[in-house]
């Protein structure tokens, strides 16, 4: 079982990390990486980050967190639909790459 997470009557929850930790994780386990946020270390978090995408501002960051939350989907076997808000901003090349 993973720090990150805990796991309460059978429902995996995602453990909500302070800045400590955060601070201790290196800059590429996050969504967006220069300023650490959207930390991608388990399925748990990736599905949070695909909850809270719409609050990502400006398009560049917005495909940046959507690439990177589709190569963590793919590491820790996340499902999603290519309705998903944050799909819209993944090229059909990685699309294509992490399906």
Sequence with gaps: MSIF???TE???QEKVLSQKEKD??????FGLPAV????????????SAIAY???AKGDKN???LAVNILKAAKKFDVKYSDDDIFMKYVSDKMKKKYS
């Design 36 to 47: 650490k946020k959207y930390p991608l270390i388990d399925a748990a978090h990736v599905k």
């Design 24 to 29: 201790k994780l290196p800059s590429h386990v």
């Design 5 to 7: 997470f805990k796991e």
């Design 10 to 12: 059978d429902v995996l």
């Design 53 to 55: 995408f719409k609050f």
């Design 62 to 64: 917005k495909k940046e």
